[in-house]
């Protein structure tokens, strides 16, 4: 059964990761222009992490009529929440990004978040380096360099210069925050595991559901602000529903 979830997880997260992309430009080269919605798609998959989440309570209620309907302590589901408003904050910088760049060049670029979580997870959760892991940060450091250098031979049509450096910026940053929202997601599981307890997948769907939720009303609040839901809905907008799910 571990093994299953193991799969099917890692299943959803290449369906969403390859698939993603891949629409939201799709989304920018057919005129559409809502940053804050494209985030928003992000996360906004993460009422389907209440069915293992309810799959889980109910085992628990099985063995024992007294379990808790949550396994998380409340001091960590408030640390989720925080990392939730990081990640939707996140989102939002990767979606504008993706309005500049081509997706082979933010593939790339957001590829070094590798570099930024080896850098953090280091500082952080005291994660030892490997000769592996530096000569892959390496090559995508120097992947990145390379594409700095030719700013006009990949921008999309209508982008200009300033505009293209704006996405390559904001790519990497979104590759630095994603880089410390990892270790500091390893090191909350950590803490919620102290004791000498294991991290059970439960604990980690609890944590992956409030962090969805937060990173959703974050966007949320970002389309408010900058009105999309008075936009009219376009057909473009139908094409990201079989994807909104990128973090399952």
């Given at each position: ?52 989440v309810a799959a ?6 099985a ?26 904050a ?35 959760v ?29 921008r ?24 410390l929202i ?15 307890r294991?991290?059970t ?9 409030v ?13 408010i602000?900058d009105?999309?839901?008075?936009v ?11 994807v ?5």
């Amino acid at each position: 059964m571990r093994r299953l979830l193991v799969v099917l997880n890692c299943g959803m997260l290449a369906l969403g990761t390859t698939a993603g992309p891949l629409l939201t430009r799709l989304y920018y080269d057919k005129g559409g222009q809502r940053q804050w919605l494209s985030a928003w798609l992000q996360s906004v998959g993460w009422p389907l992490l209440l069915l293992p989440v309810a799959a889980s309570y109910a085992a628990r209620r099985a063995r024992d009529r007294a379990a808790p309907v949550l396994l998380t302590p409340p001091r960590v589901l408030l640390a989720a929440a925080g990392l939730g408003v990081a990640t939707g904050a996140d989102n939002f910088i990767y979606a504008y990004s993706l309005r500049y760049l081509p997706v082979s060049t933010s593939a790339i670029l957001i590829s070094t978040q590798l570099a930024f979580t080896v850098f953090f997870a280091f500082l952080i959760v005291r994660q030892r380096l490997t000769p592996a892991t530096v000569n892959a940060v390496a090559l995508l450091t120097a992947g990145a360099a390379v594409l700095g250098l030719h700013v006009s031979s990949d921008r999309p049509a209508g982008v200009t210069r300033g505009k293209y450096l704006l996405g390559f910026a904001l790519a990497l940053g979104a590759a630095a925050l994603y880089g410390l929202i990892l270790p500091l997601v390893e090191l909350t599981y950590k803490r919620a595991a102290g004791g000498g307890r294991a991290v059970t997948y439960a604990l980690v769907m609890e944590m992956q559901l409030v962090m969805g939720f937060f990173a959703t009303v974050f966007c949320t609040v970002g389309m408010i602000i900058d009105k999309d839901f008075q936009v009219r809905a376009q057909i473009s907008y139908v094409a990201y529903v079989p994807v909104f799910q990128e973090q399952v």
